[in-house]
């Protein structure tokens, strides 16, 4: 088996030189930052699996990749890049890699949370531009916490903030149950949270999964937190509620369009503090991403 690292930028080169271990399957590490569809089929020919960090793999693209037999996807949002159903059917599987950042994403969620009750952001744009703005926050000790899905990172968030004194409750699409952590059907936990924090996989059935009804039951005052996907959010609806004072503040790591457009809404909002989809970017959490992707290259 031959493979080909697709996209290996931000320092993912140095890493998978780092992890790498003799006896792992040869791969040809390619540092092109942007690769534009049509460049696919030669780019992945004579390869058998590949890495892909942020490249869209259209399904049409690649019935012209007919060698490839694999993609591991470096990451759990593969939906975002590619269609894994429609792949499978040109003999191509996708696999993803599950739990490899789950601290770094927790511990960055459990960050934007309290820098959006401590209103820290505009704080420090304030005074960045010579004015010296001063915020009231909010105090999150024995506030109530909503997980809305509850998989490894929402653990990880359920266990930083039940340490920190908070109410933890948690909504999931299947049941569950985790020590410190109080179980409730969704209606309640839109109306009970003061911060939601959102943990769902982007799918058909979670893709605008907190439209405008949802987030109206959400209580008046809450903040919203998102470093899951910004489709899962009704960006519109979030919006309105934010202009509007139903939503407090939104702190959020994942958008609609990535990279955020200049000049977008959202940069003009003070209730909004924003982060350049990095939750997951840590040293120890790249190591074992591509570690964890070697492995699978090694049991093709």
Partial sequence: MKGLFL???????????????????PMTVNEQGEIRPEELPGLLAGYDFCFDDHTQ???EVMRACTGL????????????????????????TVHIIKGYGDTAVAEHSIALMWAAARGLARMDGGMRAGNWIRTEGMELTGKTLGLLGFGGIAAEVARIAAGSGMRVLAWNRTPKTAPGVTFV???TLLAESQMLSVHLLLNDETRGFLSAERLAKLRRGAILVNTARGAIVDEAAMIAAL???????AALDVFGVEPLPAGH?????PNVTLSAHSAFRTPEASDKLIRM???????L
């Fill in 293 to 299: 992707a070697l492995d699978i290259a090694c049991g």
């Fill in 57 to 59: 793999m259209p399904t």
């Fill in 69 to 92: 037999k694999h993609i591991i996807f470096l990451g759990t949002g593969a939906r975002s890049y590619m269609n894994p159903e429609e792949l499978a059917a040109l003999g191509i």
């Fill in 185 to 187: 059907d969704l209606d």
């Fill in 243 to 249: 202009e509007s004072g139903h939503l407090r503040h």
């Fill in 7 to 25: 996209d290996a930028v931000d320092d993912l080169a140095g890493v998978f030189h780092r992890v790498s271990r003799r006896g792992d399957p």
């Fill in 265 to 269: 809404v959202l940069t003009t909002l």
